[in-house]
């Protein structure tokens, strides 16, 4: 053909798409991974290089043939490669000789270099961490954002690697949620599969990791894994398979959230022998659920608010009503909406008007 760049698809052979971790990270392509701070997105990245890097199967997938096994390279912005990067990697056991950090680089200005690194340690994995510490754009930007990704993209699919780059969630907690991350939607654009990392909402030490976006294929299932402590003040991620969790359940959907669930069983059990302060109760609450949540499962659940003392030392407490507060309140509201409307009456008198008196002309009074 004499058009520069066009092709028939017929010339074009298909490709069947390439998976280091089925149906979540592809291979050539660039995946995102956003959650709030301390939701493990680091250590997770670190767990998976790990089993790479072992030639293990990663978590909770049934892989066709042998696994894959290569190198990792990590990007660094947040993190201090000697106090967190490598604990973490060692706790998860790693190979250290395979893993690979690059320093010093921007994106796109130096994703020859990025290259160049990943075929000198044969990586599969490459992890951004974070894309705001790396990408030289404004990340406000749809088309700059994309601009900026597009290099890293092809060089991904050069060398066959998988790209994962980590953001943190916004502050909106409303709105889609394919754009609770950070930054442009163009991000997300040029992601071919979004993962999704939350808190567990009734275990704080459990993490759920969800997919809300695949261009390559369906939704995979959420997976729960926990957060281990070993002897050595270290930790090392344990996965206990599959959750029916959702999206919508994690970020606070009104249809059934877990969160509101579990407010509402913490607030049984912590009242079942009498009422508690009500600060007290949002503190140990504070890994279950937020004071809001707290609130929403206190009006559900119909407690009643205690006042105690005076002045600075008052006291605020939550309780279960007794047999007689409900009736009071209900003969309140009854009495309120049965309140006897004001009497019209029943006949209103007619205003009479006052009949003016006629004087005659001076016309007249010449005829008469």
Not at 207 to 229: H, T, Y
Not at 288 to 294: D, E, I
Not at 300 to 315: D, E, F, I, S, W
Not at 322 to 350: S, W
């Amino acid at each position: 053909m004499d058009i520069e760049g066009l092709r028939v698809v017929a010339d074009i052979a298909e490709r069947p798409v390439e998976w280091l971790w089925d149906g979540r990270v592809p291979l050539g392509d660039i995946t995102i991974l956003e959650g709030d701070p301390g939701t493990n997105k680091s250590s997770l990245c670190c767990d998976l290089a790990a089993a790479l890097t072992k030639g293990a199967s990663l978590p909770c997938v049934s892989q066709r043939g042998r696994p894959r096994k290569g190198g990792a390279l990590f990007l660094i912005g947040e993190d201090s490669i000697a106090k967190t990067v490598v604990p973490r990697l060692q706790a998860a056991g790693a190979d250290p000789q395979k893993i690979g950090v690059l320093e010093g680089v921007a994106i796109p200005g130096d994703v020859d270099r990025i290259e160049k690194a990943i075929r000198e340690i044969d990586a599969k994995l490459v992890v951004v961490d974070t894309i705001s510490d790396f990408v030289s754009s404004c990340l406000s930007s749809n088309q700059a954002v994309r601009k900026a990704l597009r290099p890293l993209r092809e060089v991904a699919e050069r060398t066959g690697t998988a790209v994962v780059m980590l953001r943190h969630f916004n502050k909106k907690s409303s709105g889609r949620t394919l754009h609770r991350g950070g930054g442009s939607v163009g991000i997300t654009g040029t992601a071919r599969s979004q993962l999704k990392l939350y808190l567990h909402p009734t275990d704080a030490h459990m993490r759920v990791l969800v997919q809300d976006k695949s261009n390559l294929g369906p939704l995979s299932p959420g997976l729960v894994f926990e957060v281990v402590p070993n002897d050595d003040n270290r930790f090392r991620l344990e996965w206990h398979g599959e959750t029916d969790l959702t999206v919508a359940d994690l970020e606070g959907s009104k249809d059934g959230r877990p969160k509101l669930e579990a407010a509402e069983k913490f607030l049984l059990e912590k009242l079942s022998d009498g009422p508690k302060d009500v600060n007290w109760l949002v503190k140990k609450a504070s890994g279950t659920c937020s004071k809001r949540t707290l609130d929403e499962a206190k009006k559900n659940l119909q407690l009643v608010t205690k006042r105690t003392g005076k002045g600075k030392n008052h006291v605020v407490s939550w309780t279960f009503p007794t047999a007689a507060e409900p009736r009071k309140r209900r003969a309140k509201t009854t009495t309120r909406a049965k309140k006897p409307a004001a009497k019209k009456p029943a006949v209103k008198t007619p205003r009479t008007k006052v009949q003016k008196a006629h004087l005659p002309k001076p016309s007249e009074c010449d005829m008469l």
